[in-house]
T-cell receptor, first 117, second 114 residues
């Protein structure tokens, strides 16, 4: 079963507008971490924001915020005031440690965001 | 502080050749890992290490070997390259394996196997 689902292969937004990128996850663990990464066309993976499963407040980092709805198992990324430089692939990922002690960072398939001038 | 570095940036191999992708970090991170990224597949975990001398398999380990003799270095070895191993390879590190620790990625190695 897919652990991380990003249902939007591509999204378009006008410059200066806000955009929400969807992410739902599946886990039976109580303790897990959710991450968003940005991958521009140059290829590097850039960490954007983190939300812990026990965090009561939604995470924010500058123009990025994470809309965390634990009961719905969703962790949507909100980018406010989009800029042309925000055009990139965005990946949602979940980090969990299994009972056996193995480590997993599981990625979704990504959403390609295009910001139009 | 260079972060996570990877060499080479690009590599072309012939089927059956072997090679080592290098990864190093200067942040004194205990946890290091290797991922491959294929179109439409996201990133998949190949191998990881929770400290010097300790490695374990991830989701797609076949055809790859790793070792961790120092905290800083975590090389990935392709034993006998196959076209199915054509991919972009990322090395990543984090302070520990705790779920809240952010993994920081290297710039990637683009590998083509002919």
């Amino acid at each position: 079963a897919q652990k991380i689902t990003q249902t939007q292969p591509g999204m378009f937004v006008q410059e200066k507008e806000a955009v929400t990128l969807d992410c739902t996850y599946d886990t039976s663990d109580q303790s897990y971490g959710l991450f968003w990464y940005k991958q521009p066309s140059s290829g590097e993976m850039i960490f954007l924001i983190y939300q812990g499963s026990y965090d009561e407040q939604n995470a924010t980092e500058g123009r990025y915020s994470l809309n965390f709805q634990k009961a719905r198992k969703s962790a949507n990324l909100v980018i406010s005031a989009s800029q042309l430089g925000d055009s990139a692939m965005y990946f949602c990922a979940m980090r969990e440690v299994t009972q056996g002690g193995s480590e997993k960072l599981v990625f979704g398939k990504g959403t390609k965001l295009t910001v139009n001038p | 502080n260079a972060g996570v570095t990877q060499t080479p940036k690009f590599q072309v191999l012939k089927t059956g050749q072997s090679m080592t992708l290098q990864c190093a970090q200067d942040m004194n991170h205990e946890y290091m890992s290797w991922y491959r990224q294929d179109p439409g597949m996201g990133l998949r975990l190949i191998h990881y290490s929770v400290g010097a001398g300790i490695t374990d398999q991830g989701e797609v380990p076949n055809g790859y070997n790793v070792s961790r003799s120092t905290t800083e270095d975590f090389p990935l070895r392709l034993l006998s390259a196959a076209p199915s191993q054509t991919s972009v390879y990322f090395c990543a590190s984090s302070y520990s394996r705790r779920v809240g620790d952010t993994q920081y990625f290297g710039p990637g190695t683009r590998l083509t196997v002919l």
